[in-house]
T-cell receptor
Framework: AAGVIQSPRHLIKEKRETATLKCYPIPRHDTVYWYQQGPGQDPQFLIS???????DKGSIPDRFSAQQFSDYHSELNMSSLELGDSALYFCASSPEYNEQFFGPGTRLTVL | GQQLNQSPQSMFIQEGEDVSMNCTSSSIFNTWLWYKQDPGEGPVLLIA?????ELTSNGRLTAQFGTTRKDSFLNISASIPSDVGIYFC?????????FGTGTRLQVFP
């Protein structure tokens, strides 16, 4: 069965640079969620979209923004990167607020 | 914010043993979910619970939605080496998931 696709899988950036993470949800899933997981931590909710509109917002820094496009894929844009942004970033998708299925994640390292 | 506490924090067991872990919250949730995460990978959904008191099984896994809606339990029977990983509970009221602190399971042959 098709799963959530995230790209890139690994990303290395310098401080103050910008990063863009992409998420392709499972076909026919209209809701996308972004989570951040620091080393040894549980995933923390950042933001979600339903039918291309932002539906909920968590502890997402103002330096981050995200959107969902007409084909339902989503992008998380991160600017002025800081060392503390180094983490695993997961995208999850669901069919209209039902069970969330997670992608393999993007490991972001900020040097 | 909401906090989900999982216990135990880690477990070291022998292959074939049964495992129990639980998750408690200071808040009520409408849905409880259990995920397993391997290192560097995304969480994989194991069981979803939608009703207080509900008991659901998935193979060797059994989970229960506590009657107070503030807790949930996961049991794994006859553990095998591939059960190794981190188990997270998650509560949901709207759309976002609130994750527990995780239980790290090690299984020795």
């Amino acid at each position: 069965a098709a799963g959530v696709i995230q790209s890139p899988r690994h990303l290395i950036k310098e401080k103050r640079e910008t990063a863009t993470l992409k998420c392709y949800p499972i076909p026919r899933h209209d809701t996308v969620y972004w989570y951040q997981q620091g080393p040894g931590q549980d995933p923390q909710f950042l933001i979600s979209f339903y039918e291309k509109m932002q539906s909920d917002k968590g502890s997402i820094p103002d330096r981050f923004s995200a959107q969902q496009f007409s084909d339902y894929h989503s992008e998380l844009n991160m600017s002025s990167l800081e060392l503390g942004d180094s983490a695993l970033y997961f995208c999850a998708s669901s069919p209209e607020y039902n069970e969330q299925f997670f992608g393999p994640g993007t490991r972001l390292t900020v040097l | 914010g909401q906090q989900l506490n999982q216990s135990p924090q880690s477990m070291f067991i022998q292959e074939g043993e049964d495992v129990s872990m639980n998750c408690t919250s200071s808040s009520i949730f409408n849905t409880w979910l259990w995920y397993k995460q391997d290192p560097g990978e995304g969480p994989v959904l194991l069981i979803a619970l939608y009703k207080a008191g509900e008991l659901t099984s998935n193979g060797r896994l059994t989970a229960q939605f506590g009657t107070t809606r503030k807790d949930s339990f996961l049991n794994i029977s006859a553990s095998i080496p591939s059960d190794v990983g981190i188990y997270f509970c998650a509560g949901r009221n709207t759309d976002k998931l609130i994750f527990g602190t995780g239980t790290r399971l090690q299984v020795f042959p």
